[in-house]
């Protein structure tokens, strides 16, 4: 029988450690679940806190072109929007950051949100129908005669 020599069962054992460490390894970048980002804010909250922020944001950008010095307000209107719904920012943001570790939750997230604000376009449509809207005619203005 041969021997092997010394640093070839070296190499085999550094190579069994490696491929060890790799695989036990796997478990640790795994998606947390839904139940634990759950525990730092649920679903149906994260959906609401994102709608308002994608509508904020829309409101940032618009106004933005009347208001010069929008932007530079806009951490008021985010402390707003999280007091609205009894968030903190830091909550906020760890369970964002949980939620994008999982992408099929965050894919279901959008959907949801996708669904919100179409229902709410729909709402806006039905109360103010664009058609009356062009039909409606000026409103003339009474200037004072001479």
Known sequence: MTRI???????????????????????FFRAPGRDDCDKLLSRETMVDVLS???????FLVEYQHVQRGVRDSSEYYYAGLFDRHGVEPEQFEAALECYLLDRREMDLIHEMMLNRLSVMETE????LPMDEMREAPLPEETLPRE
């Open 5 to 27: 020599p010394g640093y070839f069962r070296f190499l085999a054992f550094c190579g069994l450690a490696a491929s060890m460490l790799l695989f036990s390894s796997c478990n």
């Open 52 to 58: 308002d922020m994608y509508l904020l944001e829309a």
């Open 124 to 127: 806006e449509e039905q109360l």
